[in-house]
């Protein structure tokens, strides 16, 4: 029976916080499916992790989808809630935690964002990404996305009317006849281990928020089933794909290259055309990358390598009065990753960025992921739930990693093969 239903606004993250229960021994499922029908799920499965593919959405979709798909699993029974939020404050922050309150039935939240292992801190209320507050962090000049704010009340304000109330490292508010968002601050994960048992000392575990970092807390605060998870094979090939435009994600490959790993970065046309991922010339790029699978044991695709390549990107867009947006991206990649793994060629699928996994499970009609460990911090491994497929998926979020977090994965996949 669920115990836990975790809703967040895209794949990597839905994996990497899923991750840290299934580690401990929870049988965890996360899926995309945003109707999910509780009974049909298996008795097994106690954590459920939903990627609602909100973060691009508009606020009013977003709330409507976190509400509804809250509201039902509180109506199956569903006792523990916790909304996945970007450690970067990204999406639609206010409204998805309001919804989760509303759909939960509940007029309080407890919000924790930090991520200490990643170094996201929660310092009096302000977000901060490597030391440095998130307005001027990396983030602000996401392509796509950028951040503007550090002061998290100001963020979740922006949606909703519900107070927010920060509250300091150390300190636990009395919560009783109170109602709010209550943001907690965090440096360290002592920081957060002591929060997790203040708040299941008085009683607030019933619906909290935040990322990887305090799901980790969690998965030790709410009583499961442990059971041993049965092993995934590591050996064999490594096909890398990122669609990340974030700096890290642009640096980590970078360093894969360096470490020997050989492929190509995607043109705007094989990027962009609908029609590429059908075409003679997409069977020969699929021939040369699974050639290189072969010989090499590594290859990579690479949606963006530079502000070069957005840049021949708009103009490729804008010749064709068409749009260069991250999920007609996401789709191409996600086809022309499906004809190399319908080759046989993969055992090991590496992809970075949360929206190329949704294009990639999509294009391979997968709805359902397990994931099994954690490889490395933010780095999820899981094995394929349904479909026809047998390849080991690794999965990480664009933002988070140091510079050779590919070097590292590499190693411990070659440790056990």
Known sequence: MIKLLVVADDYTGALDTGVQFAKRGARTLVTRDTGPEFFMISEDVEVLCVDTETRHRSGTEAYGIVRGLVDKAAGYGVRHFYKKTDSALR??????????????????????????????????????????????????????????????????????????????????????????????DGKTDEDLARTGAAL????????????????DVLSRLIEFRIRPTAPVGLGGDILLVS??????????????????????CLSPAQKLDRHYPDSAE?????????????????????????????????????????EADPSRIAENVGRIVKKIIDGGEVSNLFVIGGDTLAGILDGLR????????????????????????????????????????????????????
């Not at 007029?107 to 930090?114: E, T, V």
């Not at 299941?200 to 799901?215: D, M, V, Y």
């Not at 669609?243 to 190509?264: I, P, W």
């Not at 988070?400 to 440790?415: F, N, Q, S, T």
């Open 91 to 184: 999406g639609n922050i206010g409204g998805e935690l309001q919804a989760a309150m509303d759909g939960a039935g509940c007029d309080r939240l407890m919000f924790i964002p930090a991520y200490p292992r990643q170094r996201r801190t929660t310092e009096n209320g302000s977000q901060y990404i490597d030391g440095v507050p998130l307005a001027r962090s990396r983030f602000a000049a996401d392509s796509f996305e950028p951040v503007f704010d550090s002061f998290i009340p100001d963020i979740v304000a922006r949606q909703t009317d519900t107070p927010a109330t920060r509250v300091r490292t150390g300190e636990v508010p009395d919560l009783a006849h109170r109602r709010g968002i209550f943001i907690f």
């Open 200 to 215: 299941k000392e008085s009683g607030e575990l019933r619906l909290t928020a935040g990322c990887a970092g305090f799901a």
């Open 366 to 417: 997968i709805t359902g992921v397990m994931p099994v460990d954690e490889l490395y911090p933010g780095v999820a491994l899981s094995r394929v739930a349904d479909g026809c497929y047998s390849f080991s998926l690794i999965t990480k979020a664009g933002g988070l990693g140091p510079a050779d977090v590919v070097a590292a994965v590499a190693a411990r996949l070659k440790e056990s093969r």
């Open 243 to 264: 669609g990340s435009v974030n700096s890290a994600a642009l640096e980590q490959m970078r360093y894969a290259k360096d470490l020997g790993f050989k492929g190509a």
């Open 282 to 322: 997409c069977s020969a790029f699929v021939r040369e990358i699974s050639a290189l699978l072969r010989s090499r044991k590594s290859a990579y695709i690479e949606a963006i390598e530079s502000a070069a390549d957005m840049d021949l990107c708009s103009r490729f867009a804008a010749e064709r009065h068409i």
